[in-house]
């Protein structure tokens, strides 16, 4: 009997003793070929020719020409429209530890504004927001806004500016992997209330009996 077995499926002679990872390589060859190689993978996949890949994109035959020699490259979102007619998922790995590196959450808190905040920052929670002018409130006036923004459930959210200064604070809490979500701050508020309640009702000492 011979050292090699017949794909049910492909047809193609393979040796018996190989693991996974070496059939794997064996099948696909090694993958160092850049968006050129990976275009001509999807439509080796597809079964079809460029110009049949370029009317599945909507596209000419001359851009995938081009896609696959190198001239120009295509669009991210083409090239996800790619992928998935092909049935392929795409994964982004981090060269160093290996770990899996995904895209920033889509829910990420948001500014005032609507607008999302700075990607590169870290944010954190500092309480409830009030506005810039609270130095010149009353305690009362400061305490309504406080209250206010408890009901709405809005936290004040500061970052810093400077380079450095995150580097330090990442050096000594480490570097979040992504933006919370608004309901995480939200809680991140609450529980610095409770700290602070908590704190109170250390420090006020019972009055002595008479």
């Known amino acids: ?3 090699t077995t017949t794909g049910a499926t492909t047809g193609v002679a393979r040796p018996a003793d190989l693991s996974e990872a070496e059939l794997e390589w064996l099948h696909m060859g090694p993958f160092d070929g850049g968006v050129a190689g990976l275009v001509r993978r999807i439509r080796r996949i597809l079964d079809v ?3 049949g890949l370029a009317r599945l994109l909507g596209v000419s035959q001359s851009a995938v020409a081009r896609w696959e020699t190198e001239r120009t490259s295509p669009r991210v979102s083409v090239l996800q429209r790619m992928l998935r007619l092909a049935g392929v998922a795409v994964s982004l790995h981090d060269e160093s530890t290996g770990e899996r590196v995904e895209p920033m959450r889509a829910d990420g808190a948001r500014a005032r504004n609507g607008n999302r905040y ?3 920052v870290d944010l954190r929670v500092t309480g409830w927001w009030v506005p810039r002018e609270f130095r010149d409130m009353t305690s009362i006036d400061y ?4 209250d206010r923004s408890r009901r709405l459930e809005t936290p004040c959210i500061r970052y810093r500016t400077c380079p450095h ?3 330090v604070e990442r050096m000594l809490f480490g570097t979040p992997v992504d933006h919370p979500a ?3 701050l939200r809680a ?3 529980h610095l209330d409770e700290e602070r309640l908590a704190r109170r009702s250390r420090t006020v000492r019972p009055r002595p009996a008479v």
């Open 1 to 3: 009997m011979s050292g």
């Open 49 to 51: 020719s460029q110009r």
């Open 118 to 120: 700075p990607a590169h």
């Open 143 to 146: 305490f309504t806004s406080v």
């Open 165 to 167: 200064r995150r580097r």
């Open 182 to 184: 608004r309901r995480q």
């Open 188 to 190: 991140e508020a609450v």
